[in-house]
């Protein structure tokens, strides 16, 4: 039985696609790569937020799951919608590596500087640094890692802020400048994660084979709170919704919220459950803060990107 894994083709994507592979090949099942490129991957002009269509990573992807041309994709978690299109579900996640932001940069970076000049696209980010760094200016800079850093070399900015679990994959570690406090600046749900999305009809044997080489099981209860948090906040990747559940002691303990996107209003909270009750732990997070000034802040966000 060979398993046939569908992926972007950047090389972060080939990092998880070939990191599945090497997983398979230890629970004894052959597999094969096969790349397809994404409108994420093609349109680099624009910021994700202004693509607009949900699943700009992903819809290529699954209309190959669809037909059964691949038997599962491998994407990185947060990049998952979190409601899938009809038909598929996500039946895995890997261990997480560490969740927090970094600067990647060629140069050294006080972040107390003035003019300094970030690069990021990402809405939750932005908003972030109105709240706690608001002299600092950024660019978007689009593209996979390597080209990031090459337009950043070229002067783009004067430092990228990303995942630290992307820049660690792709070895980048001796240009991390910047470790941001996950406390203060939450990581976007299911960041440093891998998630294995299928078609819900792939055979039975299939699912169990991958889920049984990939699934991490503390990180699935994690991604499970995180993913059911984002759920009825009703966030995409275009809103600054944040969340990071950690387990301790048997107790998992998610802390989430939204802010606004001048980063004057933050609602956040920390929920604890039983690892058992991870989707139940999301939901009441998201039910605080939506009743606490979340919903407002929702509205007013949708309001500024119609316009
Ligand atoms: N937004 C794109 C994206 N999707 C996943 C990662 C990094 C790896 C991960 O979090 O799994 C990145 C880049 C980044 O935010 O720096």
Redesign the pocket.
């Known amino acids: 039985m060979s398993i046939k894994i569908g992926t972007r083709g950047s090389k972060?994507a080939l990092w998880q696609a070939y990191h599945v592979q090497d997983l398979l090949k230890a629970h004894g099942a052959e597999s094969e790569i096969v790349t397809i490129e994404t409108k994420g991957d093609k349109v680099l002009d624009v910021t994700?937020a202004k693509i607009g269509s949900k699943g700009v990573f992903t819809e290529e992807i699954e209309e190959q799951l669809r037909d059964g041309r691949i038997d599962i994709a491998v994407h990185?978690?947060?990049?998952m919608q979190s409601t899938l299109p009809e038909g598929f579900e996500l039946i895995a996640f890997g261990e997480r590596?560490k969740?927090h932001d970094v600067l990647v940069s060629h140069q050294s970076i006080d972040l107390k500087q003035k003019n300094l000049v970030l690069g990021t696209s990402?809405t939750r980010r932005l908003a972030f640094l109105q709240k706690y760094y608001p002299h600092i200016k950024t660019v978007p800079v689009r593209g996979n890692?390597q080209t990031r850093i090459q337009k950043m070399k070229d002067g783009a900015c004067d430092a990228l802020w990303?995942?630290y679990?992307?820049?660690h994959?792709m070895a980048f570690d001796d240009m991390i400048v910047h470790e941001f406090d996950p406390v203060q600046f939450v990581p976007?749900v299911?960041?440093?994660?891998?998630a294995i999305e299928v078609n819900q009809s792939l055979e039975q044997s299939k699912k169990d084979l991958v889920r049984k080489a990939v699934n991490h099981e503390p990180s699935e209860k994690c991604l499970l709170a995180e993913r059911a948090f984002l759920k009825k906040m009703d966030g995409g990747?275009s809103i600054p919704v944040f969340g990071l559940a950690t387990i301790e002691n048997e107790v998992l303990s998610l802390s989430g919220g939204i802010i606004s996107l001048d980063g004057q209003t933050t609602i956040e909270k920390t929920c604890c459950s039983t690892t058992n009750a991870a989707q139940k732990v999301g939901e009441t997070l998201a039910d605080f803060v939506l009743e606490n000034g979340g919903r407002e802040i929702l509205e007013d966000i949708r309001k500024q990107q119609a316009e």
Do not use: T, V, Y
């Open positions: 972060l994700i990185s978690a947060k990049d590596e969740s990402s890692l990303l995942a679990a992307g820049a994959r976007a299911g960041q440093g994660s891998i990747c």
